[in-house]
């Protein structure tokens, strides 16, 4: 594989930001929308154009094919729990934190791919990896000023939802001789299938008025950090490999903490910035080790 160039560390770059973006966005969409439909409109406008471009390049999509139970499963556990939680916690917490709490993606994943996977166990310099990053969400939790026992619950659920995105993952090695583009799409379809009942019982979105930032944020969640995001990380898995795309998980929290000050005003502490730090760290040591 050839040398990454300032093109493709672009384009990297580019992916950090619209994720992070996301966190600000679910914010300001839950001024006007619940959890349930934020996580429905992500899925449904999602869906556009990754389905778009399996049409021009003529990809098959297997949604209900025989695998169709596989494409459900890994639908509601990558897609609609995590968008679902995510959502739901982050109208208590900062959206900064959401963005760290997030970025314990990768050390959760190592932590699963020891248990269930041949090629991916524990190493001394792993374990120091994990210690570190995971303390850094410890000391997180201790800062009462931004996480007490009104919204600990909250930032829990935000956990959960990472945790959900690491689970999906590995569920997904069960289909990984799929194209990525039919396995997104196909989920994508299943998410969407499974939550138009419930945002159609629960929420009933139509029978409220949104404001109109919360409408350009859901909007935004759905084409670009949903649809588009998968595309660009398809094009940078592709051409540079699992290894230089997952490097953007040193990104997102940085970048998400910059913006959420830049949008909302959120404040940063300390004890942000020494977690930032320990997860940063923790995620340098796990990806030396692989």
């Not at 869906?47 to 990809?59: F, H, R, T």
């Not at 209900?64 to 596989?70: G, I, N, P, R, V």
Request: proline share 3%; charged share 10%; with cysteine.
């Amino acid at each position: 594989m050839k040398q990454p160039t300032l093109i493709d560390y672009s384009l990297l770059t580019i992916l950090a930001l619209i994720w992070a973006s996301a966190f600000f966005n679910i914010k300001i969409a839950t001024y006007s929308f619940g959890p349930i439909t934020i996580a429905f409109l992500r899925v449904l406008l999602g869906s556009v154009p990754v389905l778009l471009l399996c049409y021009l390049k003529k990809i098959k999509i297997e949604a209900f094919s025989k695998d169709w139970y596989w494409f459900a499963l890994i639908g509601f556990i990558n897609l609609v729990a995590p968008f679902f939680l995510i959502a739901y916690g982050i109208k208590s917490v900062q959206s900064n934190l959401a963005a760290i709490l997030m970025s314990t993606t990768p050390l959760s994943s190592t932590v699963l791919g020891h248990f269930y996977t041949k090629n991916e166990k524990f190493n001394f310099i792993k374990t120091i990896g994990i210690l570190i990053g995971f303390s850094g969400i410890v000391y997180l939790f201790s800062d009462n000023l931004l996480i007490d026992k009104n919204n600990i619950f909250s930032a829990l659920l935000i956990l959960l939802g990472a945790t959900c995105y690491v689970i999906g993952g590995v569920l997904t090695l069960k289909i990984s001789r799929k194209k990525n583009e039919n396995v997104t799409g196909s989920i994508l379809i299943w998410a969407t299938i499974i939550l138009v009942p419930l945002v159609s019982f629960i929420e009933q979105p139509w029978s409220t008025i949104p404001r109109l930032d919360s409408t350009i944020s859901v909007i935004y969640l759905g084409l670009v950090s949903t649809g588009i995001a998968w595309l660009l990380r398809f094009k940078i898995l592709k051409k540079n490999g699992l290894i230089f795309q997952s490097q953007v998980s040193y990104l997102i929290p940085i970048f998400g903490i910059i913006l959420s000050y830049i949008f909302l005003k959120e404040m940063i502490t300390s004890k942000i910035l020494v977690s930032l730090s320990a997860v940063l760290i923790g995620l340098y040591f796990v990806k030396k080790a692989k």
